[in-house]
């Protein structure tokens, strides 16, 4: 009878010690985001290229319930945007433009040239998340519960070059991410509805695809523009936020002929003429405000029709 009792107590032991071994700790896991890269690493001085961002929309059918709206109909949208210009201004390349009317004048006009006439950036950065999705699953043991939430989400961006509304560039990215609890025995923790991880899901989609956006809003020769001519110095837009400063030297350069692409019914600037240089010796002004001072050399420059100059970096052309 000791053997036996004995036999049956071993038995009952050796189960514990499973039910405990199949039953890890208390776990919060996050999505793999990618924190450092070689196109986001700010290494050298660059100007900074002016990007407007527009509000996300929300094309999927989960993220529209109760739990992922707000005063204006949409959170996952909102996060989404967010999140990508917090990642496009940590690089230190770019001077970040967030309007919501943007997401209504392309709802009204699309991308014609008139329309992104009134965005005033480089580029303009619209996207969407397309799929957003959460679920629940468990592993019940003897003696242990395993409760994991995991949320799953898509992003879309598109690249619009404002100088022509053509879209140079577009790239989706998914992400997912998970909280996990367990108990043994009853004793551990017992998670409710966690929102926290709609952020991570979103924010692991768009770490896979930041560097490529970086890469491609930098693949642009930068610009600038003249507005006016004082005295004898010209002034340009930008200024110091820009990355501009005093002794910079720049090219100016007449606009070329436009001429329509009878594929797509597209007008093409064709590239422009280099008409003379100038040096920067003056930065005023701040924000939107920011203009700089410079001094000039040409002998073809006409001062009477200055929208028809641009200004680059030495070499860039």
């Not at 309007?99 to 950036?121: C, H, T, W």
């Not at 001429?259 to 064709?270: A, D, R, S, T």
Request: net charge neutral; glycine share 8%.
């Amino acid at each position: 009878m000791k053997t036996k009792a004995l036999s049956i107590s071993m038995v009952a032991t050796a189960l514990f010690l499973a039910g405990c071994q199949s039953t890890p700790a208390p776990t919060v896991e996050s999505p793999s985001v990618q924190t450092t890269s070689p196109i986001l690493v700010n290494n050298e001085k660059t100007l900074k290229r002016v990007v407007a961002v527009s509000r996300f929309t929300n094309e999927t059918k989960q993220g529209k319930n109760f739990f992922f709206t707000d005063k204006d109909g949409d959170v996952i949208g909102k996060q989404a945007s967010d999140i990508l210009s917090s990642r496009l201004a940590s690089t230190g390349k770019f001077i970040l433009l967030e309007r919501q009317e943007y997401n209504k004048l392309i709802d009204e006009s699309g991308f014609s040239p008139e329309a992104m006439d009134k965005v005033k950036a480089d580029y303009l950065i619209v996207g969407s998340v397309s799929e957003f999705g959460r679920k629940n699953e468990s592993d019940v043991g003897v003696f242990s519960r395993t409760n994991k939430q995991i949320a799953t989400a898509t992003v879309n961006v598109r690249l619009i070059d404002t100088s022509n509304g053509q879209i140079v560039y577009s790239e989706e990215g998914t992400g997912e991410a998970e909280v996990e609890t367990s108990t043994t025995l009853g004793v551990g923790g017992r998670a409710g509805y966690d929102s926290s991880i709609n952020d991570k899901a979103i924010s692991a989609a768009i770490s896979k695809m930041i560097s490529d956006v970086v890469e491609n809003l930098m693949d642009k020769p930068w610009r600038a523009y003249i507005l006016d001519k004082q005295d004898d110095m010209l002034v340009i837009s930008g200024g110091k936020s820009q990355g501009i400063e005093a002794g910079n030297n720049f090219e100016i350069f007449k606009r070329g002929k436009k001429v329509k692409n009878p594929q797509n019914g597209l007008m093409i600037e064709l590239p422009g003429t280099k008409v003379g240089q100038l040096t920067v010796v003056q930065t005023v002004g701040k924000g939107d405000n920011e203009i700089s001072l410079a001094t000039f050399t040409s002998n073809n420059l006409n001062t009477k029709d200055l929208k028809n100059y641009y200004i680059m970096e030495e070499g860039k052309s």
